[in-house]
């Protein structure tokens, strides 16, 4: 991924690095800055707020740029429902033995929605040092509208890996956690890829976004998006 130390710097000790791996934002240090012991393990609950809540963010890359905007955290009976500004909002649910699945993402800008079968691992129940997963399934995808199927299809969705952390966002310097995706549907005529970081904070949840979106098809030229999103606000 992109280097992008004109908007954010991150300083941390990798848990796992792939040699093969592009340079990202995680990759960038800040000189001077303690190095951080990377954990034993690191679990859904050291990562993701388990409580409602409401979180200014600005954009700080991408269309609306130096905007505010608003993420809040939702509790459902079914789960739990992240909402990312006018941007996404992912469907959430917890399983026994505590993993984090995804089983809905609504993409608002394109007004579709994302149904997976079976559920996507969000955050697996431990990550560890060398960390990564690689699953597939169906995916189906709705109208948001009309709420008419209007493609099927199958995903490929890779946890590449997760970093112990320094965040430098709007809101201020925070010691977290930074888990890397690569997240791939197939539907015949079309592709749509997303390569997302998220930067998490124990204690606060979500503090950090950062999406490419590519989205192809076979008939027209393939349109490709970047927004990063970060903490503005310290919650009080």
């Given at each position: ?127 560890e040092a060398g960390t990564s997963l690689t699953l597939t399934g169906r995916v ?53 890829r997303l390569d997302m970081e998220t930067g998490w904070v124990p204690g606060i ?32």
């Amino acid at each position: 991924m992109t280097r992008l130390t004109h908007r954010m710097a991150i300083s941390l000790v990798l848990l796992s690095v792939s040699a093969s791996a592009v340079p990202s934002l995680a990759q960038q240090d800040l000189p001077g800055l303690p190095a951080v012991t990377a954990p034993e393990a690191i679990r859904p609950e050291d990562l993701f707020a388990f409580e409602p809540y409401t979180h200014t963010f600005r954009v700080t890359e991408g269309e609306g740029s130096g905007a505010d905007t608003q993420v809040r955290l939702e509790q459902r009976d079914e789960g739990w429902l992240l909402i990312v500004g006018e941007f996404y909002r992912l469907y959430l649910a917890q399983r026994e033995d505590g993993a984090l699945m995804m089983t809905r993402m609504d993409i608002l800008e394109r007004g579709e929605a994302a149904v997976y079968e079976p559920a996507v691992t969000f955050l697996p129940q431990r990550l560890e040092a060398g960390t990564s997963l690689t699953l597939t399934g169906r995916v189906t995808i709705y109208d948001l509208q009309t709420r008419q199927r209007t493609h099927r299809g199958t995903y490929t969705h890779r946890l590449i890996e997760a970093s112990r952390v320094t965040l430098n966002v709007p809101a201020g310097r925070m010691k977290g956690y930074l888990v890397e995706y690569d997240h791939r549907m197939d539907l015949g005529l079309g592709q749509v890829r997303l390569d997302m970081e998220t930067g998490w904070v124990p204690g606060i949840g979500l503090a950090y976004l950062r999406q490419k979106s590519t989205f192809e098809a076979l008939v027209i030229f393939g349109q490709t998006t970047i927004r990063m999103l970060a903490l503005a606000e310290r919650p009080q």
